[in-house]
Structures are given as structure tokens and as C-alpha cells.
T-cell receptor
Framework: DAGVIQSPRHEVTEMGQEVTLRCKPI?????LFWYRQTMMRGLELLIY????????DSGMPEDRFSAKMPNASFSTLKIQPSEPRDSAVYFC???????????FGSGTQLSVL | GENVEQHPSTLSVQEGDSAVIKCTYS??????FPWYKQELGKGPQLIID?????GEKKDQRIAVTLNKTAKHFSLHITETQPEDSAVYFC??????????FGSGTQLTVLP
């Protein structure tokens, strides 16, 4: 398996634009997580899915953020409209079960100007 | 929710010396205790984990020890090498059944 695949690797956009981050989890993994990493706040869990269903989105900072998982092999994290404070590295991770080993993607470096 | 404290935030050691990183957690229901290593430009990667029914686990130069009474667990790296230089995160699993990541420790192994 190729591991968790995220795209794009880097994204530079202007404030107010819509940003869509994409993730393909490892085949057979039932859980998918979106994390955000910044120097100030470290690694924060934004939302996670179990069998394509959002379970906990309490980490989503505000209504500008939304996440979907239309099928077992694809998820998106959307920011609309984007703001400079959204600049961070966004990671997608997947696991076989709750509390099991997390496999992380390489991340998307987002810069909002 | 789970409160996690990780110390130290930075650690420099000479190549060949040992390194120890400590993680303190608050949720007494925590039962899974992993350590992740993050290299520059990459996502975190699990290096070792332990469950609450075990006090210590070792994998070559890496070991994790758990003290459930005191609610802390530690990462031990022996015979450190330059490739051990990275950021290390503890991530205990609390009653919410999800991992809470510590703030990270930047380990630098000096040649």
C-alpha cells in the first residue's frame, strides 16, 4: 500500500479564497482523521470519521471549515473563505480502529496571504 | 478532556549518549500510550507504543516505560545516532478513545 496520500503538497492562496485539501486513506482503514499543526498550538485534531461518518468535529475551529468523506477512499477538508490565520500544515491520518496506530500522510503546507 | 504535558521541549545529547523524554497525562482511564517521531517535512510516525497492562516495552535502542499510578510514561533512546534527531510526540489515548498529542520534544544528536 502507498500509505495515506494527501494533495496538494503545498497550497498558496489569497485571503478569501476557497481551499480544498484532499486525502486518500489506507485501504481497509475504518478511521480517518484531520489534524492541523502550528508552532503555537502543536498538533490539533480537527475532525475524525468512522466508516465515512463524522464522529467528532469539536476541533473544527469555525464554520468556515468543513470536511466530507463521500466514500471509504476519499476525504476533503474545505476552508471557505480562507484567512491568514489558517496558515498551517494539515495532516490526514488513518487507522484500523479507535486508539490504534495512526498512519499519517505527508501533509499539506497551506499559506494564506 | 485529556491534559498532556511533555518535557523537555528541547533536548541535545552527544552521539552515543541516552535520551529520555517524559509525558504526563491527566485521564486515569487512559490505556494506550504511543510515541511518534516526526522528521522535517514529514508526518509523525509511530515508533513504539505500550498498553496499560504492561510496565515496559523495548524495541532495539528504543524503550517506553509506564507508571500508571503517577500517570506518566517515558521514551528512552539509548546509543543515540544523528538520525534520531527529530521531534518526538507522546499521544496518550484517554476516555474519549482518541489520541491527544503532547507539545513535542525537539531532540538533537550532536556528532
Amino acid at each position: 500500500d502507498a500509505g495515506v496520500i494527501q494533495s496538494p503538497r503545498h497550497e498558496v492562496t489569497e485571503m478569501g479564497q476557497e481551499v480544498t485539501l484532499r486525502c486518500k486513506p489506507i485501504s481497509g482503514h475504518d478511521y480517518l482523521f484531520w489534524y492541523r499543526q502550528t508552532m503555537m498550538r502543536g498538533l490539533e485534531l480537527l475532525i475524525y470519521f468512522n466508516n465515512n461518518v463524522p464522529i467528532d468535529d469539536s476541533g473544527m475551529p469555525e464554520d468556515r471549515f468543513s470536511a466530507k468523506m463521500p466514500n471509504a477512499s476519499f476525504s476533503t477538508l474545505k476552508i471557505q473563505p480562507s484567512e491568514p490565520r489558517d496558515s498551517a500544515v494539515y495532516f490526514c491520518a488513518s487507522s484500523l480502529g479507535a486508539g490504534e496506530k495512526l498512519f499519517f500522510g505527508s501533509g499539506t503546507q497551506l499559506s494564506v496571504l | 478532556g485529556e491534559n498532556v504535558e511533555q518535557h523537555p521541549s528541547t533536548l541535545s545529547v552527544q552521539e552515543g549518549d541516552s535520551a529520555v523524554i517524559k509525558c504526563t497525562y491527566s485521564d486515569s482511564a487512559s490505556n494506550y500510550f504511543p510515541w511518534y517521531k516526526q522528521e522535517l517535512g514529514k508526518g509523525p510516525q509511530l515508533i513504539i507504543d505500550i498498553r496499560s497492562n504492561v510496565g515496559e516495552k523495548k524495541d532495539q535502542r528504543i524503550a517506553v516505560t509506564l507508571n500508571k499510578t503517577a500517570k506518566h510514561f517515558s521514551l528512552h533512546i539509548t546509543e543515540t545516532q544523528p538520525e534520531d534527531s527529530a521531534v518526538y510526540f507522546c499521544a496518550p489515548q484517554g476516555s474519549a478513545r482518541q489520541l491527544t498529542f503532547g507539545s513535542g520534544t525537539q531532540l538533537t544528536v550532536l556528532p
